[in-house]
């Protein structure tokens, strides 16, 4: 049976905002996108393949997801014979949640509310990681996923490569689209040195102005590694996506599966 944690959060309650860094906090990046992230992300990751990388793992896992959102790998997850349990710090994102099966619960990634040695899989996918937002809580968020894997349990991570800095990049304006009643405007700072790009989508339509905060710590794979070693946990396996392909260092992408001890 998936395990379920002890005096699980309702939605009116105030998990996953346990930190913040500049005024941003766990769920700023759900509670931005909750009502458009189905319609502006419906192909930023193949589900089907996620599925299916995760059961080369195992089959019927136990399977802790990170940053669930509305449901999509969730959802994958289940139709391929695990049991599924999502976190979202974002109560709108956990709204609109439909897991097939799957169980979500408002929790904040750095701070697991489950029991020791109750997954087989924690899956943290499409750059989660990088939501949050200092290095503090990412080491944290490693420690936790070591404490709640079985042993001989996998982490997944999947993530972009940070690209090379380039200070022509690191104040930017863009579009995103444009409509006969609605124009998004994208507005990014990277700082190199702090590892973050803070970003605001200016959503501007008849209705008005809404804006869409957002700001991620990126992390390359050899920072990855250290954390996990942090951790006590070992690098098994880093491919550049989910089909499997051989990871090139030069390379965008990468997905990395990190093992807990056996004994």
């Known amino acids: ?4 944690p002890p005096d699980i959060p309702t939605p009116e309650s105030t998990a ?3 930190h913040a860094s500049g005024g941003f906090d766990a769920a700023t990046y759900g509670d931005s996108f909750a009502d458009v992230y189905d319609e502006w992300y419906p192909d930023v990751s193949d589900a089907a393949a996620t599925a299916g990388f ?9 399977v802790l997801e990170l940053g669930t959102g509305t ?6 997850l289940t139709a391929a014979g695990h049991r599924v349990v999502g976190i979202d710090a974002s109560i709108p994102m956990l709204r609109r949640f439909e897991g097939s099966g799957a169980s979500a619960i408002a929790a904040d990634m750095a701070q697991l509310p489950f029991a020791n040695a109750s997954f087989d899989c924690v899956l943290v996918a499409t750059n989660t990681l990088f939501n949050l937002a200092d290095a503090d809580h990412q ?3 490693f420690r936790n996923v070591a404490a709640v894997l079985r042993p001989g349990g996998s982490m997944v991570v999947e993530a972009d490569v940070p690209a090379p800095s380039d200070p022509a990049l690191d104040r930017l304006v863009s579009t995103r689209s444009i409509e006969p009643d609605r124009v998004v405007l994208t507005a990014t700072i ?3 040195a702090a590892q973050t790009v803070t970003g605001q989508h200016i959503d501007i339509s008849n209705d008005g102005i809404r804006l869409r905060p957002w700001k991620i710590r990126f992390i390359g794979p050899k920072e990855l590694d250290r954390l996990a070693a942090a951790a006590d946990l070992v690098r098994t396996d880093r491919v550049s996506d989910w089909s499997g392909a051989a990871f090139d ?3 965008p992408h990468h997905v990395t599966v990190y093992t807990a001890p056996s004994g």
């Open 16 to 18: 996953g905002r346990s």
């Open 190 to 192: 990277r700082d190199e």
């Open 1 to 4: 049976m998936t395990p379920e």
């Open 139 to 141: 080491a944290a968020c």
């Open 71 to 76: 449901g999509r790998l969730a959802r994958s």
């Open 54 to 62: 995760v059961s080369r793992l195992g089959t019927q896992l136990d």
């Open 249 to 251: 260092a030069d390379g």
